[in-house]
């Protein structure tokens, strides 16, 4: 098995707010992220698609491709956006790194023909990131790191 990665880039802004939960409480649970007017991230995208390599070309899956999807699905959708109020797919969502990477999965999962897609890692900040992986029945899981 054999896994390649694909970095994209993206600029975007959010806050942390549960519309079900007072004032108070969202300034106690998600602190200056509960900024309403936002805040901006440069965050950085890691997909991984696993495979064995076609015996023709040697790779897992056409490189060029997998960034054509990257661009269509995700940086049109996400880049200089914020995350709030102009990405449908969030709505309902506080858009966490978390909820972010398991967005990208979701966009990404059906489009991948070549191999499987085997992780997707959000980076919010140097410091801080999120994978999504697929579980046995395939549905997506998210982890967190620091």
Not at 39 to 42: A, D, F, K, M
Not at 85 to 90: A, I, K, M, Q, S
Not at 99 to 103: K, P, S, Y
């Given at each position: 098995?054999?896994?390649?990665?694909?970095?994209l880039?993206?600029s975007a802004?959010?806050f942390?707010?549960?519309?079900?939960?007072?004032?108070?409480?969202?300034?106690?649970?998600?602190?200056?992220?509960?900024?309403?007017?936002g805040?901006?991230?440069?965050y950085v995208?890691?997909?991984t698609?696993?495979?064995?390599?076609?015996?023709?070309?040697g790779?897992?899956l056409?490189?060029?491709?997998l960034?054509?999807?990257?661009?269509r699905?995700?940086?049109?959708?996400l880049?200089?956006?914020h995350l709030?109020?102009?990405?449908?797919?969030?709505?309902g969502?506080?858009p966490?790194?978390e909820?972010?990477?398991?967005?990208i999965?979701?966009?990404?999962e059906p489009?991948i023909?070549?191999?499987?897609?085997d992780r997707?890692?959000?980076?919010e900040?140097?410091?801080?990131?999120?994978?999504?992986?697929?579980?046995?029945d395939?549905q997506?899981?998210?982890?967190v790191g620091e």
């Open positions: 098995m054999i896994r390649v990665t694909r970095r880039e993206f802004a959010h942390y707010h549960n519309p079900n939960l007072s004032a108070e409480e969202n300034r106690r649970i998600f602190g200056k992220c509960n900024n309403l007017h805040h901006g991230h440069n995208l890691e997909v698609v696993a495979g064995e390599p076609d015996p023709a070309t790779m897992v056409d490189l060029k491709e960034k054509d999807i990257l661009q699905e995700v940086a049109e959708r880049d200089h956006r709030n109020y102009e990405v449908p797919e969030l709505a969502q506080i966490t790194c909820n972010v990477a398991r967005l999965w979701q966009l990404l489009k023909n070549q191999g499987r897609l997707v890692r959000v980076y900040s140097p410091d801080l990131f999120a994978d999504c992986t697929a579980e046995a395939g997506p899981v998210g982890a």
